[in-house]
């Protein structure tokens, strides 16, 4: 019997590629989840790569774990969505994969052959462009990162022949899924727009690439890039999935295939729809209009933050990447902020400190997870204290986070993390103090971006989560707090970007199978709202002394960004000297 319409959403993340099977309701029926390789540099820490080939032979394993742990059939799906890391794919004109690492291999055919979003080796190529004064800056919050696109393809060309780099095609990792899809190039107005300096209305911009040194790509009409037809979000790629992708997957061939997004973009898809019920209220009407989601912020965390609202019009926000118009919704602005390390600092903060292995311990005889323990010695040293909240269990001591640079909105990617208020402690109840004031840290950097977008012309009212991190109550109940919003978390904190990419699928379905007309503007908004499963609220409930303490905690955050940008001006000088 049949199970359909059912879609495929698949988030290739930093470490990991999920796939989800989902009823037109949003009902999960089967996923599966498979680790992926992350290869590293013994000499230097800049570098982060990762593999086409294991990354599609991991999506393949987990679509086909999906339908046989939903019992359903290829015959049910109606369409696949894919989203990803924004990491540059390299492939030759076949799609074979060209070696990105450094050395005498570079451009030749191998395996490793992406530079991962966290790949800081373009730090030179970043700060060239930086002061061209360009106007694709204008459309990247005034200062290109270095994890964008474009930095990285320069810092390529200067590392391989020019025969190698000229067989080269460059894909924004979402794009080159639906290549391998599809055999379509077709791009993504997504991936263009927010990672590869491709501006609205007036395309690439030949006189910035050979300004910088590129302007081989111009020279050949943008192929190595994306030359023809830009899709917004969802809308059909080619002719949907062709027959060797199509058997690899385990699907029919010609399923629709959705336009991809980055996988920060399917968690703003898979979340801002959600309708929540607030304490004492039985209320749960969905939003109806697309307006609504100009006042939802998504933050979607994982190893990083990504901070994604919409606009009607163009805001600009210095610090912070956009706006980028037609990201989602045809028409519609984006802002991106960001921290480039939230997840991956809480980890390192805790697994780099004495007291790690005696944590392990210690919560393994108690049988409860590590966090659970830290959680509960906190509420022991607040209680033996006598203090009113963590916060001011720890007011003198201080985290500034920025371990692997700045995102937003500083965009400053030679930040770097401070402490202070050290004391000669390494036991475990240091342990929990340095992660309260993590997590402290991570809260205080989001009010920072979330401060500048208000003060700049954004009106946002709520944050909805996803990823990894919405499962840590002490940091959400921090958000809500120290932002003094509501924060609204998913309904399944794990599944929530992948729920987007099906969205995706169903979308490009849809349009498939609709004749011109039938389906309004808004179209994907109804499938999100529809889809999208009731949330959870987190409301602040800090106390006005509490509320006090946490705002000279962020005084304090703000003077360690300019106590070190001074610093780091006094030292260069001296070494100039």
């Known amino acids: 019997m049949s199970k359909g319409p059912l879609y ?5 993340g930093t470490g990991s590629v999920r796939a989800g099977l989902y009823t037109a309701s949003g009902t ?3 996923q599966s989840t498979k680790e992926t390789k992350t290869w590293r540099s013994e000499s230097d820490h800049r570098v982060f790569e990762q593999s086409t080939t294991d990354i599609w032979d991991a999506i393949c394993h987990c679509v086909k774990e999906s339908l046989a742990s939903a019992g359903a059939s290829k015959d049910d799906v109606a369409g696949i969505g894919f989203d990803a890391t924004c990491s540059l794919a390299v492939t030759d004109d076949e799609g074979e994969p060209i070696c990105v690492t450094e050395g005498k291999g570079c451009g030749e055919s191998g395996e490793r052959n992406i530079v991962l979003w966290a790949d800081h080796r373009a730090e030179e190529e970043a700060e060239l462009i930086n002061s061209t004064g360009s106007i694709v800056l204008d459309y990247v919050g005034g200062t290109m990162s270095l994890e964008m696109e474009i930095p990285k393809i320069l810092w390529l060309k ?3 022949s020019p025969q190698n780099f000229h067989r080269c095609q460059f894909f924004d990792l979402p794009d080159y899924l639906t290549y391998r899809a599809t055999n379509s190039t077709t791009r993504s107005s997504c991936s263009l727009v927010c990672k590869c300096s491709f501006l609205p209305q007036s395309g690439w911009q030949p006189d910035f690439f050979e300004k910088i040194g590129l302007g081989e790509l111009v020279e050949g009409r943008y192929k190595q890039i994306g030359e023809g037809e830009v899709l917004t979000a969802g809308k059909p790629v080619g002719k949907g999935l062709v027959d060797t992708a199509a058997e690899q997957l385990g699907l029919n061939v010609g399923t629709p295939v959705g336009s991809a997004v980055i996988d920060a973009y399917a968690g703003w898809i898979g979340t801002i729809g959600a309708r929540y019920r ?7 009407s969905p939003p109806t209009k697309l307006e609504e989601s100009r006042h939802r912020l998504a933050a979607v965390a994982g190893t990083s933050t990504c901070h994604l609202v919409q606009s009607p019009n163009a805001v ?8 980028y118009r037609d990201a989602i919704f045809p028409g519609w602005w984006m802002n991106e902020g960001g921290q480039s390390s939230t997840g991956q600092l809480i980890d390192f903060m805790m697994k780099t400190h004495p007291a790690y292995q005696k944590l392990l311990q210690t919560s393994k005889a108690a049988n409860i997870s590590p966090f659970d323990w830290l959680e509960n010695e906190l509420k022991r040293q607040k209680e033996e204290k006598n203090v009113a909240s963590l916060t001011e269990l720890t007011k003198d001591l201080h985290i500034y986070p920025d371990l692997h640079g700045n995102r937003s909105p500083i965009a400053d990617p ?3 993390g401070a402490i202070m208020g050290l004391a000669l402690d390494d036991n475990l109840s240091d342990l ?3 992660i309260n004031v993590t997590l402290e840290a991570i809260a205080l950097q989001t009010w920072h971006i979330v401060d500048e977008m208000n003060s700049r012309g954004h009106s946002i009212t709520e944050i909805y989560m996803s990823g990894g991190q919405a499962k840590n109550k002490p940091l959400m109940q921090l958000f809500a707090d120290v932002c003094s919003v509501p924060v609204i978390l998913p309904f399944s904190h794990s599944t929530a970007v992948v729920l987007g990419s099906a969205m995706l699928g169903r979308y490009a379905a849809e349009l498939t199978g609709a004749k011109a007309g039938e389906l309004s503007k808004e179209r994907l908004w109804e499938i999100m709202v529809e889809m999208t499963p009731p949330g959870t609220v987190v409301t602040p409930s800090a106390s006005q002394k509490e509320n006090r303490l946490l705002g000279a905690k962020y005084k304090i955050f703000r003077e360690s960004i300019d106590i070190q940008k001074r610093w780091r ?4 000088r001296a070494a100039q000297e």
């Open 432 to 434: 929990a103090k340095k």
């Open 414 to 416: 030679k930040m770097r």
């Open 8 to 12: 495929v959403g698949i988030d290739v």
């Open 158 to 160: 200067k590392h391989m």
């Open 569 to 572: 001006e006094e030292m260069e």
């Open 28 to 30: 999960l029926l089967g």
């Open 316 to 323: 600009s926000v210095t610090g912070v990447w956009g706006p």
């Open 278 to 284: 607030s304490p004492g209220s039985e209320d749960l």
